[in-house]
């Protein structure tokens, strides 16, 4: 979402120009002091107000640009920039319903509001589900300011989120001329799916692990078409994709990128090999473990365990914060939770063992875990996601919220039951609880903005049968995703 920009109007119009100019060129706290100092002075004046909401709602300080954006709509309730920008903070919040409504109020002061248009989209997307109604409004977005890429970026997540493919990956090419997106730096012509025989394709890194994992399984289908492909990577990446996709050489992103003619980024793949939901290749598993590794494995956790024959699952239970991207920092505070709010499965799998597998930060959570919870911790041993990928491959089942050792385990074929926030990531579709991508996954969505009691409840309930059915040799099914 974007803040609106500062009309001109009467004696306020230096003030907030030369605020919003501070903005754009990205020096926050000397915008800040623009906009206090005038609220200082004149603590009455409204487009002032609209756009210090706005700074606000970019930096994430959300309640105080509520708190300052509600004074400007009642200073100036015709002020269309102001309900634009009171939408945001409220969307921001997961206040779907109120923020629909103003951004609806802003529409009807100004038809003509394409950013307004463009996030009233978004909360149909995210809150309903309702794409169909939701791209109305991104389409006139994008009619209105057609050379905006925040508009055709928000309608290409809706169309990925409802499944159309083909188009939504050409609109997401606009990704790269957001003002929050790092550019891939390379020179080299953009590969488009034509073959290219004699010549180096670089496949190159885009968003975080899970991105790259997810989007690997095309590695083969690249490599098909021409001479050779270099996948550069970071190095955490690398054991288990070498491994896996022998068709392709791969490097370090620690090292300088190697001579190409040609280049691709990971989350371009799709758009360059026409995929569509059901051309989606490899849903059933596409990593190898490395198969000394998962003996290894398997030998310490018989070590460390009474039983091999108790259930083993494995627990995630938060992200990375990426603190660098002011999207992705959200996402992360939506998706994550904290292993105390898991304490529900151990009660419903009192036989089960569980092994965290939670990474960062939030990894010391497992050194107090809940009562009743058996919780094993082999983490100081997973330097790589090779590693992660052979301990999990002796797991029975893998409970995470959206990361990349979801990515891992579901690609190896694990079961995985995917703990899934409100707004749900574009990738996992619409009100569905199966995944095209991976035919192991389960999805448990919230039912409502930052509540994990819904999902957790579910799962603690398919557990019983889970055990059950681990006890009896058969392959158990969940029920109630």
Not at 366 to 387: Q, S, V
Request: with cysteine; proline share 7%; net charge negative.
């Amino acid at each position: 979402m974007t803040p609106s920009p500062a009309p001109h109007s009467d004696n306020t119009a230096f003030f907030s120009d030369a605020g919003t100019q501070l903005q754009r060129e990205g020096r926050i706290l000397e915008a800040e002091a623009v906009y206090r100092k005038r609220i200082g002075e004149e603590p009455r004046d409204a487009l002032t107000l609209s756009n210090y909401g706005g700074l606000l709602v970019g930096i994430c300080r959300f309640e105080p640009a509520l708190e300052v954006l509600k004074r400007a709509v009642a200073l100036a309730p015709n002020l269309a920039d102001a309900w634009s920008n009171l939408g945001n903070a409220l969307q921001s919040l997961q206040r779907y319903d109120e923020a629909i409504a103003a951004y609806s109020k802003c529409l009807s002061i100004s038809l003509d509001h394409p950013l307004a248009a463009s996030n009233l989209g978004v909360a149909l997307d995210s809150h309903r589900g309702q794409h169909e109604t939701a791209q109305k409004f991104h389409r006139v977005a994008v009619e209105l300011a057609p050379d905006n890429p925040e508009t055709h970026t928000n309608y290409a997540l809706s169309l990925l989120a409802q499944g159309n493919y083909p188009q939504g990956f050409a609109e997401y090419e606009w990704r790269w001329k957001i003002r929050t997106t790092r550019q891939h730096g390379f020179d080299a012509p953009l590969w488009q799916g034509e073959r290219f025989d004699g010549r180096t394709l670089l496949i190159h890194t885009e968003g975080g692990f899970g991105d790259v994992l997810q989007f690997s399984r095309f590695i083969p289908l690249v490599a098909e078409r021409g001479g050779t492909t270099i996948v550069r990577i970071r190095p955490e990446l690398l054991s288990l994709l070498s491994r896996s996709f022998p068709q392709a050489r791969f490097v370090s992103e620690k090292d300088p990128a190697p001579i190409h003619d040609i280049q691709c980024p990971v989350l371009s793949l799709p758009l360059a090999l026409d995929m569509t939901l059901d051309t989606l290749p490899s849903p059933e598993g596409f990593l190898k473990p490395d198969p000394e590794k998962v003996q290894t494995w398997a030998e310490r956790i018989r070590r460390d365990t009474s039983s091999s024959r108790l259930p083993r699952i494995g627990l995630v239970w938060a992200g990375a914060p990426h603190s660098e991207i002011r999207e992705a920092e959200v996402a992360d505070r939506r998706r994550s939770t904290t292993l105390s709010t898991l304490a529900p499965l151990a009660a419903h799998a009192s036989d089960a063992i569980f092994f965290s597998l939670q990474v960062g930060e939030q990894s010391c959570q497992a050194r107090t875990p809940p009562a009743g919870m058996k919780l094993i911790d082999y983490t100081d041993a997973l330097n790589d996601f090779g590693e992660t990928a052979a301990l999990i491959a002796n797991l029975d089942l893998v409970i995470a919220v959206d990361t990349s050792t979801a990515h891992v385990a579901a690609g190896i074929g694990k079961p995985v039951w995917l703990l899934s926030r409100y707004d749900q990531c574009w990738r996992w579709l619409s009100n569905r609880t199966d995944s095209p991508w991976y035919t192991s996954v389960r999805i448990y969505q919230q039912d409502t903005p930052l509540d994990w009691s819904g999902p957790v409840a579910r799962i603690a309930m398919d557990l019983k049968t889970f055990e059950r059915q681990h006890q009896s040799g058969k392959t158990p099914e969940p029920t109630s995703a």
